[in-house]
């Protein structure tokens, strides 16, 4: 395969790893949002390359629906929550900033470490993005469980989502089916974050999971 | 008749999106709770057609041998369920805690979630199943969160998150299955097809398989609720309506541990990959001994047993794990008997709660002098669920225990410590819920109790006698499970 094709699609997939950084150590919810926004955008450029290279239109459906959905509408929606909710103030962490990118520089290596050995023969291409889409689902989790705040972790979960669509593009020719569902569940999912960001709302004027703990039935 | 069969398949996935449609448009609640009993009663009707006529596998649906079993058992306790369903929620509508608009929402959802078990149980495409298992997880989560109080609102917060994080661990195996297969199938719907994924799999990279198979394990596995990974499942169970507890409990903890054994079955195909036995293994009896000690200290009586759901899962994956004819015969047993025993005990304990107004078992006390049918239904329901004879659990049990004691005696003392644990924390619990001097309200109950005295006698009659023809179809897909 031409040198540049695959030097682009490095780009990219690198490229998201680097933005998945950058979301592990925003303390401000629009700084946060801002960077989600440019991680969708990133994925979508990553998959729009796939879908020229392997010449699979379908894949621009995707491309398309990461970057109206993810990248647009969902971070706008959710800054009209944030401000709605005035809850635009600094995030609460779980441990420092420094240890937790530390971690995440271990999980990449490691995510390198297991991925390229045993994908030996399903070509350059795949090879490379399925660790760095590895390392960015490692990343998202990691962003998730250092996270107090509710909106921090439906962000974190968006990002393992966008690591997964770059798993499954850069599978080549995996059926339809699986990129729609995924788009497709990510929307489902984000009404349901909806709905569930409104119901708490209701309920305890903040969105913090720390005070969802209070109301745990086994500590009366 | 290979058409009636795939009538009949596409007729267990299309009643339940009707009846969905339909509940979700009638206003009348009286009318709903019965259009929902007669969805559930015609897609369980038509379930048991596949025993006789079965389509042949297209790209996207299969029936086999193996699933048959598990679309029955999941129809079945679907339609009893419904039936519990119509009694509790007339209670609740009497009582305010739901309205007619979210009555509405939570019949539409509940045949929702019929159809997304179906259609995962049925899909002979990978991705598909998984669809189908994230939309389950979906309308749980939303059903979980039903009542609106902090508590529930918690709970289905938490079953969200780790669910979507299981589920998302689960596609990227999915996508490591595709690449593995990709090399030997080639591209396109066949490297994600079931029947093809089972009788290439020997020519798969083993490497990418072992890797694909720890995702999926942890990924659906965090479904099945096994510890660590069970963290949503008292929650989930104790906080949303009891109707959902008992068909989560009941099925949807098995339609995921099916989607493990469909993984698990190509592993085994694969003489290079790494043997999926002593990973489930662990996480069975991990799963066992955790959940028996921390029955001793419950305090709501939902978390409890849902706590005991964790255990017999970590049971049936423990079986499963130690394969072999013998203790995969005994863990589709213990499966079906736990699906039966354990919605029957949530049947039961809805209508406590609901009589008593109240899930902590410090409140509740003397049932069987107080609720003498619903009391002597729990006394029933625990007895079988702890496995004493001559219920058809400790038959089952007793397989998978003697089953390990021959190939590895020191799993077999573990586990069967577990159980003994359990036995005792339950055995207590149940002496203070329903004997003694009664404590609380007394009021009466205008329950069915048809559907849990179904599933308890039907649990006892095959700890008795179970039909040669039964015997000889589990001990086939034993043999399948390799």
Known sequence: MDRFVLDVAHLFAGGLVLVSFLLLYQDRMFGLLNTFALHALVVSLSVAWQAYIQAAPHLYITAAIALIVKAIIIPVALHRIIVHLGIHRTIETVGGIG??????????????????????????LAREDLAFSLSVILLGLLMMISRRNAVSQVIGFMSIENGLILAATAAKGMPLVVEISVAFSILVALIVIGIFLFRIRERFDTVDVHALERFRGERA | MNSLGLTLARAILVIPVISAGLLALFPDDRFTARVNVLGTLLTFLASTGLFFVRPEPSPFLIVDDVNVVFIVLTT???????????????????????????????????QTLMFAMNLALLANNVGLMWVAVELATLTTVLMV?????????????????????????????????????????GEGLDAMAWNVLVTRAAAFDPALLNLAFVFLLLGYGTKVGLAPLHAWLPDAHAEGPTPISAVLSGLL???????????????????????????????????????????????????????????????????????????????????????????????????????????????????????????????????????????????????????????????????ALGLLVALGALLLRLNGLAFGNPYGSEARSKASFAPMFAHLALVLAAGIYLPPALVSWFQHVAKLLG
């Open chain 2, 76 to 110: 079945f306790v679907g339609f009893t369920t419904s039936v519990f369903s119509g009694s509790y929620i007339a209670h609740e509508l009497e009582h305010g805690r739901l309205t007619p608009v979210y009555l509405r929402f939570y019949h539409a959802m509940y």
């Open chain 1, 99 to 124: 240890q937790t990118m530390l971690a995440g520089i271990a999980l990449v290596a490691l995510s390198i470490l297991v991925m390229l050995p045993i994908t030996a023969e399903a070509g350059t």
């Open chain 2, 145 to 185: 969160g039903i009542y609106r109080t902090p508590a529930a609102l918690e709970a289905a917060w938490k079953y969200f998150i780790l669910g979507s994080v299981g589920i998302a661990l689960a596609l990227f195996g999915t996508i490591l299955v595709y690449l593995a297969a990709r090399s030997v199938v």
């Open chain 2, 253 to 415: 903890l098995n339609v995921a541990l099916f989607a493990v054994l469909r993984f698990k079955m190509v592993m085994s195909a694969n003489p290079g990959a790494l043997a999926p036995g002593p990973l489930m293994v662990s996480l069975g009896l991990v799963s066992v001994l955790f959940a028996a000690f921390m029955l001793y200290r419950r305090h709501d009586i939902k978390r409890m047993f849902a706590y005991s759901s964790i255990e017999h899962m970590g049971i049936v994956t423990f079986a499963f794990g130690m394969g072999g004819p013998l203790a995969n015969f005994a863990g589709l047993l213990h499966m079906t008997y736990h699906s039966l025993t354990k919605s029957a005990i949530f049947f039961s304990v809805g209508h406590i709660a609901q009589v008593k107004g109240t899930q902590a078992m410090a409140d509740i006390r003397g049932l069987t002098v107080s609720h003498p049918v619903l009391g002597w239904g729990l006394v029933l329901g625990v007895i079988t669920i702890v496995g004493l004879p001559p219920t058809g659990i400790f038959m089952s049990e007793f397989l998978i225990i003697t089953s390990t004691f021959a190939r590895q005696p020191a799993l077999a003392l573990a586990l």
